[in-house]
């Protein structure tokens, strides 16, 4: 009997440590606290303060879109201007060869600023450098862009407001609701300007075609042992890591379900190739299948540096436009992650031929792909580095 009642007093107490590890785990993972804390504290920060000058407009810049979540900028705050500077250590390496992407972000978070500025009184007048994108360039910060701020009456519209709510969701649309041509109008006149065209793949026919090249791009780059590792380094997986990097891709932001997103949590991490299988399974399946929209940006040279950052000043523009409409958005851009990865190594190029005729735009090149949609369920905020942390002497 003593014996008996000792092995039940021992199972019970095991199960005890079972479940305070599995909590402690929880906690670890962030399981009860997605979106919280200090590394978000910039989404509710964005507006700044009157008294920061020409600096109160960056607290909008730092919130824009970017790849992977790398936030690649620094900021140099000079006699009513400011220097935008490309952070190139930041980068995706073979994801991101020619740094294109990063430039992108760049662009995005020029547009946030010139918003933000207008809306708190400053006319900010934006001169991205000059020059070409060269492959595997070094980690020294390069001078992407100067902006020199003149008083102006204060100016704020539905971009500005959709500042703190623009949030890429990775999550499924609802493919059966189709967005309006009045919609696409404006977009088109929003992200639209010399350098820049866009394209829309609203027709069946024309989206499983796009559809089709964004799977095969995914399909190629898991096939890539450097470019998976290098895409990999980004994905921050617990609340420590969050905390101490405030970048990244994190589960909560992975676009999962709510029961996968806390398995995800609760296990152990996924080895790199069931990873990337996980991956092309959510592009495939979801991603891709539920989007009533696709599109993609582009430019006479993708490598050009000020048509570069023109094409991201676009898409933040289109991001917000949508994000005030009550739609969602998610960069897609496997493709022309592609097409540069196969220009490094000296392949063909497959995806760009394939991207240029599904446009109908002779003498342009894609540089972004995207999709459009009302989304199932809302997507959570990034981790952001503080504003401080970015700030170049």
Same mark, same amino acid.
């Given at each position: ?24 785990? &929880?906690?670890?993972?962030? /399981? ?30 730092? /919130? ?24 190139? &250590?930041?980068?995706?390496?073979? @994801? ?29 007048? &934006? ?21 020199? @701020? ?9 971009? @500005? ?16 609701? /189709? ?48 470019? +998976? ?34 398995? +995800? ?104 792909? @995207? ?10 905020? +990034? ?11």
């Amino acid at each position: 009997m003593l014996r008996r009642r000792a092995l039940l007093i021992g199972a019970a107490g095991a199960a005890g440590l079972s479940l305070a590890g599995l909590g402690y785990r &929880a906690w670890d993972r962030g /399981l009860w606290s997605a979106g919280e804390g200090p590394a978000y504290a910039p989404w509710g920060e964005w507006q700044g303060d009157g008294a920061e000058g020409v600096k109160q407009p960056l607290h909008a810049a730092i /919130l824009a879109a970017n790849p992977h979540d790398t936030q690649p900028w620094l900021f140099r705050l000079e006699d009513n201007a400011i220097s935008v500077f490309a952070d190139r &250590a930041r980068n995706l390496g073979s @994801f991101d060869p020619f740094r294109r992407e990063m430039h992108l972000g760049l662009g995005a978070a020029i547009e946030n600023l010139v918003l933000a500025a207008r809306a708190f009184g400053w006319k900010a007048d &934006a001169q991205p450098a000059e020059g070409r994108l060269s492959l595997s360039p070094g980690d020294t910060p390069l001078l992407a862009a100067r902006l020199a @701020f003149t008083h102006a009456p204060p100016a704020r519209d539905a971009l @500005f407001d959709a500042i703190p709510h623009r949030h890429t969701n990775r999550g499924p649309y609802f493919a059966d609701r /189709l967005i309006g041509m009045d919609s696409l109008d404006r977009f088109t006149r929003q992200a639209a300007r010399d350098a820049v065209a866009i394209y829309f793949a609203a027709g069946k026919a024309a989206r499983e075609d796009l559809g089709g090249l964004i799977v095969a791009a995914t399909e190629s780059i898991i096939a890539d042992p450097e470019m +998976s590792a290098d895409s990999a380094r980004w994905f921050r997986t617990g609340r420590r890591e969050i905390a101490a990097h405030r970048d990244g891709v994190t589960v909560d932001t992975a676009g999962l379900s709510p029961l996968v997103t806390s398995l +995800s949590k609760i296990l152990p991490d996924m080895d790199a190739q069931s990873a990337d299988q996980y991956w092309l399974a959510l592009t495939r399946d979801s991603q891709v299948a539920s989007a009533p929209l696709l599109g993609m940006l582009l430019v006479r040279d993708r490598l050009d540096l000020r048509s570069t950052i023109e094409a991201g000043r676009a898409w933040q523009r289109l991001h917000l436009a949508a994000t005030a409409e009550g739609l969602a958005a998610q960069p897609l851009n496997q493709p022309v992650e592609r097409i540069d990865r196969d220009a490094m190594l000296g392949k063909p190029d497959t995806f760009g031929p394939a991207l240029t005729r599904l446009a109908g735009l002779p003498g342009w090149e894609p540089t972004f792909v @995207f999709r459009l949609g009302i989304p199932e369920r809302a997507a959570g905020p +990034s981790p952001r580095r503080a504003l401080d942390e970015v700030m170049r002497a």
